[in-house]
């Protein structure tokens, strides 16, 4: 039997040889086989980051605006001293900008910037209102900073929801049988990240 070394992989050159007196239960890999993990070692930490980038941003932009959704109208009618029904118009608003927004998003990605970079630059409204909105409330500022604050967050917001699912989805191929099935499983896991993220919020 004769063999040869790629990469501390033992190919056999004669598929019929065997070796009677040293039982093995590895298989010996041909060099499709090598290359191909070769391949797949190079790409893992791309598609891992990549995936782990989106599961993240999805649990933590859950957190936060649910974090801030939810107590909107008690911060409202306590601090800033508005009515319950001027506090409910407002946070009415909110919610609604945040579900307009993402139309503005999604043109953006789709036309110029790509889903990457759109996720980026949203994300810093998104930080910048969330600072906005921390600083109003500890040092008591004017309401309209307090505005400021939460719809830059809602600008934030048109940037990542219609962004990150397609985003992780383009980690795949869907031309690999394998990848496919890990898609479905990326989903779950985005799925069960972001209810994590206002399961959190709703339990405190």
């Not at 939460?150 to 699912?165: D, F, Q, R, S």
């Amino acid at each position: 039997m004769q063999c040869r070394c790629l990469d501390k992989a033992s190919i056999v050159s004669d598929a019929k040889s065997k070796i009677d007196y040293f039982p093995d239960p590895w298989r010996l890999c041909t060099v499709t086989q090598v290359e191909e993990l070769k391949i797949l070692l190079c790409m893992f930490p791309i598609w891992a980051s990549g995936i782990i980038f989106c599961c993240c941003t999805f649990l933590c932009e859950w957190l936060a605006y649910y974090g801030v959704a939810n107590n909107l109208v008690t911060y409202l009618t306590t601090r800033l001293h508005e009515g319950p029904v001027s506090a409910a118009r407002n946070v009415t608003i909110f919610q609604g900008t945040c579900y307009l927004t993402p139309l503005l998003g999604s043109f953006l990605a789709d036309a110029y910037w790509g889903r990457y970079w759109t996720i980026v630059v949203f994300y810093g409204s998104y930080l910048i209102g969330i600072c906005t909105l921390t600083l109003s409330a500890i040092f008591s500022t004017q309401s309209g900073v307090f505005f400021l604050g939460i719809y830059l967050i809602a600008v934030g917001i048109g940037g990542i929801k219609p962004c990150i699912c397609p985003f992780g989805a383009d980690q795949f191929d869907d031309t690999n049988h394998k990848e496919r099935a890990s898609k479905a499983l990326f989903f779950n896991w985005n799925y069960f990240t972001s209810n994590i993220g206002a399961l959190i919020v709703d339990e405190h």
